[in-house]
């Protein structure tokens, strides 16, 4: 049994476990530790497909990621970091993986947009070195922009935004992942070893051509998209899954189940 589960910051709908991914995640993290599930990084996990256990991911590297937040309606929140500070007691292998964006240009443009909804600041990179440094958090690569709508342009080569499907050449490949590497890799002195899709969506070009190619040149060993299902054995490592908070579980019974079904099936 071998599972990713993936948690979004902004998710905060209301100050409950159910809507709310920071309380989530403290909630899952103390119930994994209660049934004695390991949670390992996703280098321990992906070693070996004998092992079992859970691991975290983290997806669009906000500010609240790495600081607490005041958010405009919900006061001052605590950071995904403290609440792994807080796990580490009890799970001693938790450290979790966090695809950030990496263009400043593109986390300003979000930032604007989001700042009534979400309070300022939200896509600052000032917490990046101590999140690294911590030994709680790897960050990894999400992408340059995100390909995100939001945005006035991207760096897709005919400016086709709202999907990562769009990214079906070298020449957006290229743009949009190796240059996010590069960046992030200079930001830390870490190159990113793990790719997540934007949106979940998997080109198939980069599934099957690009990054079999072109990834290991750049230090990536693997890429998730957001397919609900346990790691199997003969999965591409192009295209691993994850579940995502809020849409496929929220409560202990429900993650249960998901872990239940995982080690039903063998996955």
């Known amino acids: 049994m071998r599972l990713v589960l993936t948690y979004h910051a902004t998710r905060l709908q209301r100050l409950t476990r159910e809507g709310c991914d920071l309380l989530s995640l403290h909630a899952d993290l103390d119930w994994l530790a209660d049934q004695g599930i390991a949670v390992l990084p996703l280098d321990d996990l992906l070693a070996d497909p004998s092992?079992?256990?859970?691991?975290?991911?983290?997806?669009?590297?906000?500010?609240?990621?790495?600081?607490?937040?005041?958010?405009?309606?919900?006061?001052?929140?605590?950071?995904?970091?403290?609440?792994?500070?807080?796990?580490?007691?009890?799970?001693?292998?938790?450290?979790?993986?966090?695809?950030?964006?990496?263009?400043?240009?593109?986390?300003?443009?979000?930032?604007?947009?989001?700042?009534?909804?979400?309070?300022?600041?939200?896509?600052?990179?000032?917490?990046?070195?101590?999140?690294?440094?911590?030994?709680?958090?790897?960050?990894?690569?999400?992408?340059?922009?995100?390909?995100?709508?939001?945005?006035?342009?991207?760096?897709?080569?005919?400016?086709?935004?709202?999907?990562?499907?769009?990214?079906?050449?070298?020449?957006?490949a290229e743009a949009e992942i190796a240059v996010a590497s590069d960046v992030i890799g200079h930001a830390l002195g870490r190159r990113p070893r793990y790719f997540a899709y934007p949106f979940g969506d998997v080109s198939p070009y980069l599934r099957d051509v690009w990054l079999p190619d072109r990834g290991p040149a750049i230090g990536l060993h693997a890429a998730f998209s957001t397919e609900p299902r346990a790691i199997?054995?003969?999965?591409?490592?192009?295209?691993?899954?994850?579940?995502?908070?809020?849409?496929?579980?929220?409560?202990?019974?429900?993650?249960?189940a998901i872990i239940d079904q995982a080690r039903r099936l063998g996955a």
């Not at 490592?237 to 429900?254: E, H, K, N, S, Y």
């Open 51 to 172: 092992i079992e256990g859970v691991a975290i991911t983290l997806d669009d590297g906000t500010r609240i990621d790495g600081w607490p937040h005041l958010h405009p309606a919900m006061g001052l929140l605590p950071s995904m970091l403290q609440i792994l500070q807080h796990a580490k007691r009890r799970l001693p292998r938790l450290c979790v993986s966090n695809f950030v964006i990496a263009s400043p240009q593109a986390r300003d443009v979000l930032a604007t947009h989001l700042v009534a909804e979400l309070g300022q600041s939200l896509m600052d990179a000032d917490w990046w070195s101590t999140a690294q440094a911590s030994g709680l958090m790897q960050l990894e690569n999400h992408s340059w922009d995100h390909n995100h709508p939001l945005l006035p342009s991207s760096v897709q080569r005919e400016n086709k935004r709202g999907n990562f499907l769009a990214i079906d050449s070298a020449e957006d």
């Open 232 to 256: 199997r054995g003969d999965d591409d490592r192009w295209a691993l899954p994850r579940f995502v908070c809020g849409r496929d579980w929220c409560t202990d019974a429900q993650l249960a």
